[in-house]
């Protein structure tokens, strides 16, 4: 279920130049997946200090994740049981698959234009091999998935328009 807001219209405490406002505040969106696993997701146009963040956080009962696009180098891994983790990017530590994308010793940063340029790098190696990569494989999407993506949005902006659930329809 997907929702927007404007926290505040008008405030006549401050001194300010009214402008006209194309965009909301907020957009909070509510989601469950066919196995009955709920998330939810927050986008916000003005959050102060904020140029273009990125934040992931999945909370499990016994572990929890945290990833900031800002802190690229790092994965926050909270216990329940235990003392909490902060790994680095360091790909000695990685997957073979993971670490084919990190060019730099671990401590390095690597970051937003890193994950285009890896990106572009495997649809080009596709390209030349003529054949496109195995789903387990591949580090780009495809456009099956791109346009999964599509349905995802159209099933929000409906959910706004009519303030209910709504199933994603493909």
């Not at 003529?130 to 902006?157: K, L, N």
């Amino acid at each position: 279920m997907a929702g927007d807001a404007t926290f505040s219209q008008h405030r006549d405490d401050i001194a300010y130049e009214a402008r006209p406002v194309d965009t909301e505040d907020l957009g909070s969106v509510l989601f469950r997946f066919d196995d009955g696993s709920k998330g939810s997701f927050i986008v916000s146009q003005v959050s102060a200090g904020r140029k273009n963040g990125l934040t992931v956080e999945i909370g499990g009962s016994r572990c929890s994740l945290a990833w900031d696009q800002e802190l690229p180098q790092r994965l926050w891994i909270g216990h329940r049981q235990g003392p909490n983790q902060l790994l680095s990017d360091d790909p000695s530590l990685m997957l073979g698959e993971a670490a084919a994308s990190a060019h730099f010793p671990g401590g390095h940063n690597e970051g937003w234009p890193d994950a285009f340029k890896n990106m572009m790098l495997s649809f080009y190696q596709a390209v030349r091999a003529g054949e496109m990569p195995s789903a387990s494989s591949r580090r780009f999407a495809s456009f099956y998935e791109g346009a999964g993506v599509m349905y995802i949005i159209a099933a929000i902006v409906k959910s706004h328009q009519q303030q209910r659930w709504v199933k994603v329809e493909r």
